[in-house]
């Protein structure tokens, strides 16, 4: 198949679908009388900081590539920025990862106070499931949408990987079962079902991975897919184009983490090796990071072919995430 629109390196092709969603968010967090002021302050100083917009724009683009109207999807877009939004204000919280700066600003809770951040995280969430069960149409893709989106922030995703990822930091939080487990992980020597350590190091990081960051990506195209009503087959290339794209992300985050610039990120960078946390570069070394990566937006990029040109937006952002420089 004939597939003619290039991505121009340095100019993301989703601009336009970034402003549909940041005035659909002003919307959806506009002041209202049920809300104290200061919590509604505190929701938007942390959605309206910026970022990238990638998960709402999956979603619109998945929609789109499905021959869906992507309009019908903003709804979805939002839910899942404010979850994303969300996990960000508690990650980074004292108790989590004690951050100052995000999205170039103040974190939440530095701009605010710990407990008004906590609860503008917790407005956030239950404001996505609202926001989702009321305006997706019909009832049965809301309802899908509901389904999908939980399943992929709650324990089976996001806040399971978060947890996960805590646990291999701080072996005070281990669980009793987990102990010995942790203890063969330290040492050097091939296990008994001759993995070595490195291979065995790899697999627990995708693991915690796939689940923290790598779901909520993926429910942004399975989301957009329901929307347009694409049918099962569809819903699971998706799936699998999420999931590549997902892991190509973390390893891109991670190699941002060492070569990044701190002004452009808009965060800390190199943390992760002061903090000692298992990282794909600290694994595998920066060439070999960088060469999974493009393995896995190459099969991202592979797996969605059967889309034809409808999919090369998707393809286009898939290989911007290795582009990005924040
Ligand atoms: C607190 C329940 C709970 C979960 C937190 C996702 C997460 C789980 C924490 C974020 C930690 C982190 C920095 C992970 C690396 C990958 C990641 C999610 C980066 C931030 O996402 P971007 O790059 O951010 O899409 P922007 O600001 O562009 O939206």
Do not use: W
């Not at 989301?223 to 699971?236: P, Y």
């Not at 990044?260 to 002061?274: F, I, L, N, P, S």
């Amino acid at each position: 198949m004939e597939r003619s629109i290039a991505p121009r390196k340095g100019r993301p092709v989703f601009d336009e679908f970034r402003k549909i969603v940041e005035e659909a968010f002003a919307r959806y967090l506009a002041p209202s009388d049920d809300c104290p002021a200061r919590l509604r302050e505190s929701m938007r100083y942390s959605v309206e900081a910026g970022g990238k917009r990638l998960r709402p724009v999956m979603v619109l683009l998945a929609c789109e590539a499905c021959g869906g109207d992507s309009a019908n999807a903003i709804p979805a877009a939002v839910a899942i920025e404010f979850i994303h939004t969300y996990s960000l204000i508690h990650d980074d919280l004292p108790a989590m990862d004690n951050d100052d700066l995000r999205r170039g600003r103040p974190t939440n809770h530095k701009q605010f106070d710990e407990a008004t951040a906590i609860l503008a995280g917790d407005g956030l969430l239950t404001l996505a499931f609202e926001i989702l069960a009321r305006d997706i149409k019909p009832a049965d893709v809301a309802l899908a949408c509901v389904l999908d989106l939980a399943s992929a922030a709650g324990v089976g995703g996001m806040v399971g990987g978060q947890m996960a990822d805590l646990q291999g930091e701080r072996p005070e939080m281990a669980d009793s079962s987990q102990a010995a487990g942790t203890e063969s992980l330290e040492s050097d020597q091939t296990g008994a079902d001759g993995q070595s350590d490195q291979t065995r190091k790899v697999s627990q990081l995708e693991a915690i991975h796939l689940r923290k960051t790598g779901r909520l990506l993926r429910s942004a195209l399975t989301m957009g897919g329901r929307i347009a009503k694409a049918d099962r087959n569809t819903v699971e290339m998706l799936d699998h184009f999420g999931k590549c794209v997902g892991l190509a992300f973390q390893i891109a985050d991670d190699l941002l983490d060492i070569t990044g610039d701190e002004a452009k990120m808009g965060k800390g960078v190199r943390k992760d090796a002061e903090l000692g946390k298992l990282t794909y570069p600290g694994l595998l070394g920066l060439e070999e990071s960088r060469r999974q990566a493009q393995l896995l937006i190459d099969e991202a990029c592979r797996s969605i072919q059967p889309l034809g040109d409808r999919g090369l937006r998707l393809e286009a952002l898939a290989r911007f995430i290795l582009e990005r420089d924040h």
